[in-house]
Structures are given as structure tokens and as C-alpha cells.
């Protein structure tokens, strides 16, 4: 068993209990056929995991960031995908943070039961990419409903979901002091969106990951879907990440855990040349390196949750976790494929589809390049390059 430097023991025991009703199987089945793991899904929002960050008065557990980042470890560390589910424990922060007394009132505890699941938040674009603040969707005001126009990339879970987090423009950037601003953020029903205005096409892809292209042409909604202040939409966004990438770093530690757990064990038995493999320092070696940097990682993860739960400002910690860790769970699966020879690419022995999941870290939900810029700009100081 791997240490871990927290104390959320018990928390851990239940999560793992639940986990281990969904083994390799359930997960491997629902990769080879592309399909949404329903059950797995279902146990964890009945078990109320997915509400972990949802205030007490309105129906969640009120627990911080960090029981939140084991949560999604977890599920990570037990061989399943918190992708699948993520969205739902933090696209909710967006209107916890900013939305009206009535939004969270009527909208959370319906979110935290898992009546409605918000589970999609619609930011990239095709044209755009990472320059998220030239998004080309605009939502124009129509008396009491705005029309929205245009497409976005990737978003996932759409399938999954009732409601969409979606950020649009709603004053044209030409009439703006600065680019970041005039941008909104609206809460969409999918429900009442789909078929009358917007589309959706799925995007295959190389993990069992839902994720899609839509199209708004003349997609009407209702003004009351705002929230928050018009034209402050991107900082309400941007508010978001930090949760949104420690829990991601919290994920890629689960993978990494898994990895080296699932290599450690088979580096044992593998005997080739009269010997475990693992007893060649050629082998060891990088599934060590690979333990200490998942190590260091966690603790910067538990430093932006922690930082983060006391209302700190962590960003600098947030971004630097993602980066680690998503560094440390892809070293780890490259040892773990490595010294599983072959078999490190059969189906059966689930290591290329954590590969494979745990690749995404490097690019979504925000690229690797972009956090050392972040780091280069903002914490050294260097010169802004784009
Ligand atoms: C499976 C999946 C699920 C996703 N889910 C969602 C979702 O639910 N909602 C959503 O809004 N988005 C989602 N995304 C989109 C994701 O956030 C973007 O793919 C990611 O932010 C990168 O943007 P891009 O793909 O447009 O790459 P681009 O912006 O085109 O960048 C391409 C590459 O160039 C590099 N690059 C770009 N600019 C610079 C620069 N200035 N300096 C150095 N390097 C640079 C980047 O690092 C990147 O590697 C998802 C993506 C995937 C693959």
C-alpha cells in the first residue's frame, strides 16, 4: 500500500468500498463499446460523492476542495475515469459563485440530489482554441431572451447532461476597452435547447471520453439563464479553474498511483532470464522516479486545495499541480506500458486505456504549454508573449 500524507482515511475506505463494485471489467467493457458508465455514475451521485463541494443549505455535503480532489483520485486510483463525472462536482462552482439568490435556490439542491446534472460547461472553440477571449459565439439580447449564434469544440458530457455552462460574447470585442471583457456566461437547459437551435455532432476520439461539436443557429433562451453580470462572463470562467485544475492534478495522481501499482506488481512475477524483471535496476529505476514525482506532486495538489479552502489566493499552486502531476501520472504510464512488454498493449490487462486516459492531462483542460506560460508571466514576471 502507498502512503499518502492526508487524513481522509475513513473517506477513502467508503470510496473505495463503492469502487470495488465496478472491477477492470466493467470499465474495460464500457471502453471496448465507447459507452457511458450509467452505473458507476448512478452509485457515486446516490452515494452523494458528486455533491461533495454543494453548500449544506442547499443539499450537498459542504465539504472543501480537498475531499473533493479524493474523491476524483479515487475513483482514478481504482481503475475507473473520473472524467466521466467531473463536471458535475465543479461546473456548479460558476453558479454557486455568481448566480442569484433564485438560480441556486431553485438549481442547486436539484444538482446536488442529481436530479439535474451539470455536467457540460461550453468554452472552446474551433477557430479560437486556446485564445479563448476571441471566442466567435455571441448571444444577443432579444427583449427577455438572447439569441445565440455560433459553434463550439470538444465540449463533453453533453449527452449526460441537463444543463450546459456556456460563454458566449455580448458585446461585440471591437466595442470593448479590453478583449476579456464583454463575455457572459449563461446557464442552458439542454433539455429545452436541443433540436430548436442547437445541435450536436460526437467526436470520436481516443479515449471513452463523450465529448462533442454543437452548433447554435438562432438558439433562443431566456434572459433569467445569465448569470451574473453581463459582459463579466470570462472572470466568472476563469474564477472556476483553480478548483477545476486541482482536482484534474488529483485525478492524474490516482492514475499515477495506479500505475506504479499495477507495474511494482508485475515487475515481481514476470520472471525472464530466471529472475523477476524487477529486480534489474534498469526496470526499477524509472518506477521509482516515477513514485517520488507523483509524490511531489501530490503534496503541491494538497497545497492548492488547501490553499483554496482557506480562500487563498492558489493560483500558482493550482496550475503548478496540474502540470506535475499530469507529468508524473504520463511518466508513470510510459514505465507501467514499458515493463509490461507486450502485454502492456493488451485490452485485458487495462494498462493502454489508462494510457490513454491519462494522456488527455497533457493538452485538456488546459495544455501543458500554457501553464508554464502562466507560471513565466504571472509568478516570474516575464514579459507577456501573447
Ligand atoms: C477529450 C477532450 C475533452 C474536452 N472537454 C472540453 C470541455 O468540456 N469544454 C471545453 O470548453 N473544452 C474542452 N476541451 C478542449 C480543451 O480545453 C482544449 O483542447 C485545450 O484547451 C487546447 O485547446 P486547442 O485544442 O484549441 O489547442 P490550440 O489552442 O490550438 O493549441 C494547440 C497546441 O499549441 C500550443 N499552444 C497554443 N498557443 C500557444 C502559446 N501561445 N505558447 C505555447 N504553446 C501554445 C498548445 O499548448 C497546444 O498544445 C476538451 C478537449 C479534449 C481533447
Not at 166 to 191: C, H, I, M, N
Request: glycine fraction near 8%; charge should be negative; include cysteine.
Amino acid at each position: 500500500m502507498i502512503p499518502r500524507p492526508d487524513s481522509h482515511q475513513e473517506m477513502r475506505e467508503a470510496l473505495r468500498a463503492l469502487c470495488a463494485e465496478f472491477p477492470a471489467e466493467y470499465h474495460r467493457k464500457h471502453d471496448e463499446a465507447a459507452t457511458y458508465p450509467v452505473e458507476f455514475i448512478d452509485a457515486l451521485t446516490r452515494a452523494g460523492w458528486l455533491a461533495a463541494m454543494i453548500p449544506e443549505d442547499y443539499g450537498g455535503s459542504g465539504l472543501g476542495l480537498t475531499e473533493a480532489t479524493v474523491v476524483m483520485e479515487e475513483i482514478n486510483r481504482s481503475g475507473g475515469n473520473a472524467g466521466h463525472c467531473h463536471g458535475q462536482m465543479y461546473n456548479m462552482g460558476t453558479l454557486l459563485r455568481h448566480g442569484s439568490a433564485q438560480q441556486k435556490a431553485f438549481y442547486l439542491p436539484k444538482i446536488a440530489s442529481g436530479e439535474l446534472r451539470l455536467q457540460s460547461m461550453a468554452v472552446t472553440e474551433p477557430t479560437t482554441g486556446t485564445d479563448t477571449t476571441r471566442l466567435k459565439t455571441t448571444a444577443v439580447r432579444k427583449g427577455d431572451r438572447f439569441v445565440v449564434n455560433g459553434q463550439k469544440v470538444w465540449i463533453s458530457r453533453i449527452q449526460h447532461s441537463d444543463l450546459m455552462i456556456l460563454l458566449a460574447r455580448t458585446t461585440p470585442l471591437a466595442e470593448v476597452r479590453k478583449k476579456s471583457e464583454g463575455l457572459s456566461v449563461f446557464l442552458v437547459d439542454l433539455r429545452q435547447a436541443l433540436g430548436k437551435g442547437m445541435s450536436v455532432k460526437p467526436i470520436r476520439n481516443m479515449v471513452n471520453h463523450e465529448t462533442n461539436e454543437l452548433f447554435f443557429d438562432n438558439l433562443e433562451i431566456p434572459a433569467e439563464c445569465l448569470i451574473g453580470e453581463e459582459g463579466k462572463g470570462f472572470r466568472y470562467i476563469l474564477d472556476g479553474l483553480n478548483a477545476e485544475r486541482t482536482l484534474i492534478a488529483a485525478e492524474c495522481i490516482g492514475d499515477g498511483w495506479w500505475f506504479v501499482d499495477k507495474v511494482t506488481g508485475y515487475a515481481k512475477e514476470r520472471i525472464v532470464f530466471d529472475r523477476p524483471i524487477g529486480q534489474n535496476q534498469g526496470v526499477q529505476f524509472p518506477i521509482a522516479r516515477s513514485y517520488v514525482n507523483i509524490s511531489a506532486a501530490n503534496l503541491m495538489r494538497f497545497e492548492a486545495a488547501r490553499k483554496f479552502d482557506a480562500r487563498e489566493d492558489c493560483g500558482a499552486e493550482a496550475n503548478m499541480a496540474k502540470l506535475l502531476a499530469a507529468d508524473a501520472s504520463w511518466e508513470a504510464a510510459n514505465a507501467c506500458i514499458q515493463f509490461h512488454g507486450g502485454f502492456g498493449f493488451a485490452a485485458e490487462y487495462d494498462v493502454e486505456r489508462k494510457f490513454r486516459e491519462t494522456r488527455l492531462y497533457q493538452v485538456a483542460p488546459i495544455s501543458t504549454n500554457l501553464i508554464l506560460s502562466y507560471v513565466a508571466e504571472h509568478i516570474l514576471g516575464l514579459p507577456r508573449s501573447f
